[in-house]
């Protein structure tokens, strides 16, 4: 089983329409987590961070359950420029006081169409 | 921006030939890495380093080495290069996020080296 699983999709929606990915991951020492997007061609970019509290940024919502071991995010009033696959990533500490190591989703591709 | 630049971005290379790639950051970083991209396959981590001369292996260090002799410089060299490892190769570093109580660490991406082996 990979560490870190998502649904590749594509996902393909209207403007206009909420969106909602899942991601599970299986490590449960596992201890920050995020949303990257990437768009074709170029590099992933940090999108937001997912807090168990829940956390939102604009039309964007991540949240995180450690209980079942899965984050998710809503995307709502879908833009055409919310086109994009997006990269659910998990940290986790090698060694006390070493880096945080991540491991990446294989990504979920949204397409926004008019 | 993170202060990340990689070159060369595009290469084309032929099988058996040694192939270095360099990552470069002008911030100061402790922690960079090496990843490669491919399809069906995401991020999968190559080797990241922890400081000047202090270097680990990830999930797919077969075939590569690295090599940190300046905290602003990660290079990824392929030895012997081979057809499977034609990729996009990325950087990144790792930078902390946040303030008070919940400070975590991230990672930002350098644009990405094309890498072609025939």
């Known amino acids: 089983r990979k560490e870190v699983e998502q649904d590749p999709g594509p996902f393909n929606v209207p403007e206009g329409a909420t969106v909602a990915f899942n991601c599970t991951y299986s490590n449960s020492a596992s201890q920050s987590f995020f949303w990257y997007r990437q768009d074709c061609r170029k590099e992933p970019k940090l999108l937001m961070s997912v807090y168990s509290s829940g956390n939102e940024d604009g039309r964007f919502t991540a949240q995180l359950n450690r209980a079942s071991q899965y984050i998710s995010l809503l995307i709502r009033d879908s833009k055409l420029s919310d086109s994009a696959t997006y990269l659910c990533?998990?940290?986790?500490?090698?060694?006390?006081?070493?880096?945080?190591?991540?491991?990446f989703g294989r990504g979920t591709s949204l397409i926004v169409h008019p | 921006d993170a202060g990340i630049t990689q070159s060369p971005r595009h290469k084309v290379t032929e099988t058996g030939t040694p192939v270095t790639l360099r990552c470069h950051q002008t911030?100061?970083?402790?922690?960079m890495y090496w990843y490669r991209q491919d399809p069906g396959h995401g991020l999968r981590l190559i080797h990241y380093s922890y400081g000047v001369k202090d270097t680990d292996k990830g999930e797919v260090s077969d075939g590569y080495s690295v090599s940190r002799s300046k905290t602003e410089d990660f290079l990824l060299t392929l030895e012997s290069a081979t057809s499977s490892q034609t990729s996009v190769y990325f950087c990144?570093?790792?930078?902390?996020?946040?303030?008070?109580?919940?400070?975590?660490?991230?990672?930002?991406f350098g644009p990405g080296t094309r890498l072609l082996v025939l």
């Open positions: 911030e100061n970083h402790r922690y």
């Open positions: 990533v998990v940290n986790r500490r090698e060694r006390a006081g070493g880096s945080y190591i991540p491991t």
């Open positions: 990144a570093i790792s930078s902390t996020l946040g303030q008070g109580a919940i400070v975590q660490e991230t990672q930002y």
